[in-house]
């Protein structure tokens, strides 16, 4: 993989279009090139599937950091801290949740160093009064779509419900 494959596997994940034109547009890379540089990811494994799931190990991203933040309540901190922890580089996932934590945040960096460097900028957040958070050790399960977790019946009965 080269910087080229980089920034159009970037363009899929940032337009959320696989289109070689649209790629071709946002990057000025040919759209032939594109197209046998998505076919080449493809057969490697980088692109794991239609959906244009990728993964992230093929580009170093194969350290998982779970965070459990704590901030300090306001009318709306909820949507203030967690705009400024989605904004941090390698943060992929933030939930607002109830209990003792008030955010769980998930990101995904390549080596230790990244994983500092993503606690102090979690920490320079003026909100923020406390975080802890854990390495993933292995992956059991790592579902994209939801949908499959769930028996056709069940979603039929959820959705004619809702929509009926």
């Known amino acids: 993989m080269d910087a080229r494959d980089i920034e159009i596997l970037k363009a899929i994940s940032d337009l959320g279009e696989p289109s070689p034109k649209v790629i071709e547009e946002e990057t000025g890379i040919p759209k032939s090139t594109v197209h046998y540089r998505v076919e080449k990811l493809r057969e490697q ?3 794991e599937d239609n959906l244009y799931n ?3 190990g093929a580009l170093s991203l194969n350290l998982t950091v779970i965070s ?3 901030a300090r309540y306001d009318e709306g901190y909820q949507e203030i ?3 400024k922890l989605s904004n941090i580089e390698g943060v992929n996932q933030v939930y607002f949740t109830m209990g003792d934590t008030d955010f769980i945040v998930i990101a995904h960096v390549a080596e230790r160093e990244m ?3 993503l606690i102090q900028a979690y920490e320079r957040i003026e909100e923020v009064e406390r975080t802890s ?5 292995s992956t059991i399960k790592n579902q994209f779509a939801p949908l499959r977790d769930f ?3 069940t979603l039929i009965e959820l959705g004619t419900e809702n929509g009926e």
């Open 133 to 137: 958070s854990r390495f993933v050790i």
């Open 54 to 56: 990728i993964d992230l």
């Open 115 to 117: 994983v500092e460097d």
């Open 81 to 83: 801290v967690g705009e």
């Open 68 to 70: 459990e933040v704590t």
């Open 151 to 153: 028996e056709l019946e």
């Open 45 to 47: 494994g980088v692109i």
